[in-house]
């Protein structure tokens, strides 16, 4: 089943001196439950692409439908309760609120909506991240790679259909890397959740099971990797 379809999507930012055209004309077709890297040297526009995928920004031109609805049918709050429940967006910054604690981190997408995560969920989250001790600290009292896992298990909550993540590993060392990669595996086989993750290394690019390469807002190849 297509989790998500991009039909001649096209992204151009500014106008005459400065027009830029971050994304030409793209086709994409995502089954449910692919782990897809996305690569490609910087400005090439892989953070423009992921950011029209989760409907974060707007495209030019082109269509976006996930779970074969169009989300520019959506106006601007269906699309943020659509983006909390079907979207999980992890950063390479983690985007914590820095006043909240981790356990209110975590809850956050559902406390938006007014639902309360059943315990169990929680528990089974927290302690899959290994944070059960840090439940109750701050995002300044960790260090990145239990912020990063944070983020995740903020992005798990809600289970929600697709992971989008920019470069998650970006300012995390080989061991928290590895770390992340897995949570991120977990999160593909065990809870069958479709993940696309942007990355600067191949090898990382590598444990996906399909790559995507984006050169100069084109996608040059498209492999399954062995
Ligand atoms: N908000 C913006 N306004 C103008 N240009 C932008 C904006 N965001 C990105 N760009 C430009 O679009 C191109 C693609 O950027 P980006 O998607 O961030 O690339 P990548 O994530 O692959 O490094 C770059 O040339 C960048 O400068
Ligand atoms: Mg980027």
Redesign the pocket.
Known sequence: MSILKVENLT?V??SKD?K?T??NRINLNIEKGEFISII????????????MLGGV?KPSEGNIYIENKDISTLNETEMAVFRRKKIGLIYQAYNLIPTLDVEQNIMLPMLLDNVTPKKVDYDRIVELLGLTERRNHLPSQLSGGQKQRVAIGRSLIYSPSIILA?EPTGNLDSKNTKATLNLLKIANKEYNQTIVM?THDEKIANSADRVIK?VD?EIVSDEVVK
């Open positions: 992204k930012y500014g400065t830029v971050a994304l490609g040297p910087s400005g090439s526009g892989k953070s423009t692409l992921l950011h920004d920019d942007i984006i807002g």
